[in-house]
């Protein structure tokens, strides 16, 4: 079996991840973080603290305490769009749009929140900042996007974006689901006041996994409230972070895993890592490039991840996706991707995209049993059209 939904959840981890997750499962040792003074809890506290680290680390947040814990990139946004954005407010968004941006926002706009989506060039995958100014309103209180699309694995211009909401005092927002691991992220540099990201997908930890950065404090209202460990007589959230975002039991064997998916990331090296994937993405891609019959919807030029988002003539992308799997078992995504407003931009709501996403532990060998089933394939094809 060949492995090409990376986008979706990275399935082939480290054997860091799954050991670690075992011996805080198994061990004995791993009680609740921060509720008494047994060493229990001072493992699992110890074990939160390194991980809130080294997340801070790879994304230079300015202090671990801005490290919140989440269970997924949808959890996070839901908590930070809800927590910030008010009735009265405006926010500006993209067509490039998971739907863990986009249904947490209209679900806001029936409780008064304006919204407005930036339209990307169907040509090139170009989105221009132009767009994003000529839609601020004295109302406008937030830029929210994601820093790559999902589906055609465009990387949006987030250095400029946030240089943008500098000028105008707008909240920056970044869905990094996929980019987290892959890219480098700069909270700092780059003008990110929320950084939102998933742990089991770039970042090679399990599902279940996912926080929430912040380059300096916000008054978000927590998504969720209850048992913190400490101020139990507050009947509500404490107003320090990150106790304020992380109401109930933590993820601790989850969040053991995480620490080892970027400890990996840190080890190799995160441009090493890109590198070697673009690698295995141009090869898919120049491989493709030869059938006029394939229609490629990723831009060829300017920062892009590890993802091809294709489809073969007039084929739903349902059949393609089926017929790799079942020829030549090569796991593949089909369909709207969660992300409508890409799939309409495109006018292929009926036809879908067939989407590859690679990772570090792909190989040159299984592009190429990927283009030799592709040969098969369109050969077909053409007998019948």
């Given at each position: 079996?060949?492995?090409?939904?990376?986008?979706?959840?990275?399935?082939?981890?480290?054997?860091?991840?799954?050991?670690?997750?075992?011996?805080?499962?198994?061990?004995?040792?791993?009680?609740?973080?921060?509720?008494?003074?047994?060493?229990?809890?001072?493992?699992?506290?110890?074990?939160?603290?390194?991980?809130?680290?080294?997340?801070?680390?790879?994304?230079?947040?300015?202090?671990s305490?801005?490290?919140?814990?989440?269970?997924?990139?949808?959890?996070?946004?839901?908590?930070?769009?809800?927590?910030?954005?008010?009735?009265?407010?405006?926010?500006?968004?993209?067509?490039?749009?998971?739907?863990?941006?986009?249904?947490?926002?209209?679900?806001?706009?029936?409780?008064?929140?304006?919204?407005?989506y930036?339209?990307?060039?169907t040509?090139?995958?170009?989105?221009?900042?132009?767009?994003?100014?000529t839609?601020?309103?004295?109302?406008?209180?937030?830029?929210?996007?994601?820093?790559?699309?999902?589906?055609?694995?465009?990387?949006?211009?987030?250095?400029n974006?946030?240089?943008?909401?500098?000028?105008?005092?707008?909240?920056?927002?970044?869905?990094?689901?996929?980019?987290?691991?892959?890219?480098?992220?700069?909270?700092?540099?780059?003008?990110?006041?929320?950084?939102?990201?998933?742990?089991?997908?770039?970042?090679?930890?399990?599902?279940?996994?996912?926080?929430?950065?912040?380059?300096?404090?916000?008054?978000?209202?927590?998504?969720?409230?209850?048992?913190?460990?400490?101020?139990?007589?507050?009947?509500?959230?404490?107003?320090?972070?990150?106790?304020?975002?992380?109401?109930?039991?933590?993820?601790?064997?989850?969040?053991?895993?995480?620490?080892?998916?970027?400890?990996?990331?840190?080890?190799?090296?995160?441009?090493?890592?890109?590198?070697?994937?673009?690698?295995?993405?141009?090869?898919?891609?120049?491989?493709?490039?030869?059938?006029?019959?394939?229609?490629?919807?990723t831009?060829?030029?300017?920062?892009?991840?590890?993802?091809?988002?294709?489809?073969?003539?007039?084929?739903?992308?349902?059949?393609?996706?089926?017929?790799?799997?079942?020829?030549?078992?090569?796991?593949?995504r089909?369909?709207?991707?969660?992300?409508?407003?890409?799939?309409?931009?495109?006018?292929?709501?009926?036809?879908?995209?067939?989407?590859?996403s690679?990772?570090?532990?792909?190989?040159?060998?299984?592009?190429?049993?990927?283009?030799?089933?592709?040969?098969?394939?369109?050969?077909?094809?053409?007998?019948?059209?």
């Amino acid at each position: 079996m060949i492995y090409f939904d990376n986008a979706a959840t990275t399935a082939i981890k480290p054997e860091s991840v799954g050991k670690t997750m075992s011996d805080v499962l198994t061990s004995g040792h791993f009680g609740n973080p921060g509720r008494d003074s047994s060493n229990y809890s001072v493992n699992s506290s110890l074990l939160v603290e390194q991980t809130r680290e080294k997340i801070a680390q790879l994304f230079n947040v300015p202090s671990s305490d801005f490290v919140m814990f989440t269970s997924n990139a949808t959890d996070s946004l839901n908590t930070t769009l809800k927590g910030l954005l008010k009735p009265g407010d405006h926010v500006i968004s993209t067509n490039y749009e998971h739907n863990s941006v986009i249904r947490p926002l209209e679900q806001l706009r029936r409780n008064n929140v304006d919204i407005d989506y930036v339209p990307f060039d169907t040509e090139t995958g170009v989105i221009n900042i132009e767009d994003f100014e000529t839609r601020i309103k004295s109302n406008t209180k937030a830029i929210v996007c994601t820093y790559a699309s999902n589906v055609t694995g465009y990387v949006l211009p987030i250095d400029n974006i946030g240089k943008l909401c500098k000028k105008y005092n707008l909240l920056f927002i970044v869905d990094a689901a996929q980019s987290a691991g892959f890219i480098d992220i700069d909270i700092q540099k780059q003008g990110i006041d929320v950084l939102c990201f998933t742990g089991h997908k770039s970042l090679y930890g399990p599902q279940g996994t996912g926080g929430i950065c912040l380059k300096e404090s916000l008054p978000i209202e927590p998504l969720k409230s209850g048992g913190t460990g400490i101020d139990s007589f507050n009947s509500n959230m404490p107003d320090e972070f990150p106790t304020r975002l992380e109401a109930g039991t933590m993820n601790v064997p989850g969040i053991a895993g995480l620490y080892e998916g970027i400890d990996y990331i840190l080890k190799y090296g995160l441009n090493n890592i890109r590198q070697y994937v673009i690698g295995l993405t141009d090869e898919a891609i120049d491989g493709l490039d030869k059938y006029p019959e394939v229609k490629i919807y990723t831009p060829r030029t300017g920062l892009r991840t590890g993802v091809i988002a294709f489809n073969v003539g007039d084929l739903n992308s349902a059949e393609v996706g089926q017929w790799l799997w079942d020829e030549y078992q090569i796991a593949n995504r089909t369909g709207a991707h969660c992300a409508p407003k890409v799939l309409e931009s495109f006018n292929l709501v009926e036809q879908g995209i067939v989407r590859l996403s690679f990772s570090s532990f792909n190989t040159s060998e299984e592009i190429k049993v990927f283009l030799g089933a592709m040969e098969e394939l369109i050969i077909e094809y053409r007998k019948e059209i």
